[in-house]
C-alpha cells in the first residue's frame, strides 16, 4: 500500500512524463499535418508502429481538438488538484477551496482517461491498423495515476473515489457564484468545442477526408454532365485539366469540377490526357497503369460524337477493367460503335493523346491530376476552398 503522504509525488512524476510525451505528440501531429518538408518522427518505425500515420487519421482528434492537446489539458489538471491546498489561499484561486479531496477527482477522472484509451487502443489496432507507441505510453500512465490516486479498499477503493467527488461537486454547486461560475465555464466550453468541430480549424485533414468521403459516395446522376464541355465554351478563363483514366484520385477531381463549375460563369475547364501508361506514354520510365492509355482513346473518340463528358464520368465511375467493358459502357451511353472503334485507333486520336502528353511534359508537370490556368500549375486534388482559392487567384468570377 502506498502511503497517503507518497501519492502526490509520485502522481506528479507520472503527470510529469505524460505532459512531455503529450508535448511530443502535439510536435508529431504538428509535423505530420502542417509541416511539409518535416523528416518522419522517431515513432515512426515501420507501417504498423507509426505515430504520423495515426496523426493524419480523423480519428486522431475528439471534436476537432487534436487528442494531444486533450492531454495536455488532463495532465495540466492532475497538477492543478495536487497544487488545489495551496492555491486555493490566493484571490485568484479561491474557487479551488470546491476541491476538498483532489486525489478523488485524479482518481476518477484518471479511471475514465484509461477506459478512453483503452477505446483509442481498440480504434488503433483493429481500425486505423496501426499503433502509435507514445499515445500506448501515455495509456499506461493514466492507469497508473488512477490507481495510485484511488482510495485504498478500506476506504472504498474507486467507488469510494467517485462518491467522495459526487458529494463535493454537489455541495460545491449549491454555493451561488461557484454555480454561477460552473455554468459559465460549461457555456464557454461548449462554446469553444462548437467552434472547433465546425471549422477543424486544428484539424483540417479532417475537413478534407470528410469531402473526399462526398467524392468517394457520390453517384453519377448526382454531377453528370452529357456532352463536350464543362463550362462555356466563350469562357475567357481556359482551366486546362490533367489526367489518368486509372488514376482514383482523377475521378475525384473530375467530380469537383462538376461542383465548381456551378460557381463561376467565365470558366471553362478543358480536358486533357496525361496517361501514365507506357502504351501511349512513351516518355514514362515504368510501366504505370495498365488501361489508361486505352481508355483515353475511347474518351477522345465519344468526343467526335459530342459524348465526351459522358463516357469520362461512366469510365472514372465504374472504372472499367478492359476493353470489353469500356465498349459495353459506349454502347450503353447510344454512341455509334462501329465509328467510335476505328476513332479510337485512328491516327487523329492517337495524334490528340500524344500532344497533350508532350504539353505536360512541357510545363513540367510530375503527375495527375493537375490544373493549369496559363503559367499557373495547381497540382493533386484540393478541398473545395482551396480550389476556389486557386481559380479565383487566377481570374475566375462567382455566378
Not at 495532465?75 to 497544487?83: G, P
Not at 465554351?233 to 482523377?250: E, G, H, L, N, Q
Amino acid at each position: 500500500m502506498i502511503k497517503q503522504e507518497i501519492k502526490p509525488v509520485i502522481i506528479a512524476i507520472l503527470a510529469a512524463l505524460g505532459l512531455c510525451v503529450t508535448v511530443e505528440l502535439a510536435m508529431v501531429y504538428y509535423n505530420a499535418l502542417f509541416a511539409v518538408d518535416a523528416a518522419p518522427s522517431i515513432c515512426s518505425v515501420n507501417e504498423f508502429i507509426d505515430c504520423d500515420g495515426v496523426a493524419r487519421t480523423s480519428e486522431s482528434q475528439f471534436f476537432g481538438i487534436p487528442l494531444a492537446y486533450w492531454g495536455m489539458f488532463w495532465y495540466a489538471f492532475v497538477f492543478l488538484m495536487l497544487k488545489a491546498k495551496e492555491l486555493k489561499n490566493y484571490r485568484l484561486f479561491k474557487f479551488m477551496e470546491v476541491f476538498k479531496n483532489p486525489l478523488d477527482y485524479i482518481a476518477v477522472l484518471g479511471l475514465f482517461s484509461f477506459i478512453v484509451s483503452i477505446i483509442l487502443l481498440m480504434i488503433s489496432l483493429f481500425q486505423i491498423k496501426k499503433l502509435c507507441l507514445f499515445c500506448a505510453i501515455t495509456y499506461g500512465i493514466n492507469l497508473a495515476i488512477a490507481l495510485v490516486a484511488t482510495r485504498p479498499l478500506s476506504e472504498g477503493s474507486f467507488f469510494g473515489s467517485l462518491k467522495q467527488s459526487v458529494t463535493d461537486f454537489l455541495d460545491a454547486i449549491k454555493i451561488k457564484p461557484y454555480a454561477i461560475a460552473f455554468g459559465g465555464v460549461v457555456l464557454a466550453a461548449i462554446a469553444v468545442l462548437t467552434y472547433t468541430t465546425s471549422t477543424m480549424v486544428f484539424a483540417p485533414h479532417v475537413k478534407n477526408n470528410r469531402e473526399f468521403d462526398r467524392y468517394k459516395k457520390a453517384k453519377i446522376e448526382d454531377y453528370l454532365i452529357s456532352g463536350n464541355q464543362l463550362g462555356s465554351k466563350d469562357a475567357p478563363i481556359k482551366v486546362m485539366v490533367y489526367s489518368d483514366f486509372d488514376c482514383p484520385v482523377c475521378r475525384y477531381l473530375h467530380i469537383q469540377l462538376y461542383y465548381l463549375i456551378k460557381k463561376y460563369d467565365n470558366i471553362e475547364f478543358v480536358h486533357k490526357n496525361y496517361p501514365l501508361d507506357q502504351d501511349c506514354n512513351k516518355f514514362l520510365p515504368f510501366p504505370g497503369h495498365k488501361t489508361a492509355c486505352m481508355k483515353a482513346r475511347y474518351a477522345e473518340a465519344a468526343m467526335l460524337q459530342g459524348k465526351y463528358l459522358d463516357l469520362a464520368a461512366h469510365i472514372f465511375a465504374e472504372q472499367p477493367e478492359d476493353e470489353e467493358k469500356v465498349l459495353e459502357i459506349a454502347e450503353s451511353l447510344g454512341l455509334d460503335m462501329e465509328k467510335l472503334k476505328k476513332d479510337a485507333k485512328s491516327k487523329q486520336v492517337a495524334d490528340i493523346i500524344d500532344k497533350d502528353i508532350r504539353d505536360a511534359l512541357e510545363v513540367g508537370l510530375s503527375g495527375t491530376p493537375s490544373m493549369i490556368i496559363g503559367t499557373h500549375k495547381k497540382m493533386g486534388l484540393n478541398t473545395m476552398e482551396e480550389a476556389q482559392k486557386w481559380l479565383e487567384r487566377n481570374g475566375a468570377k462567382r455566378k
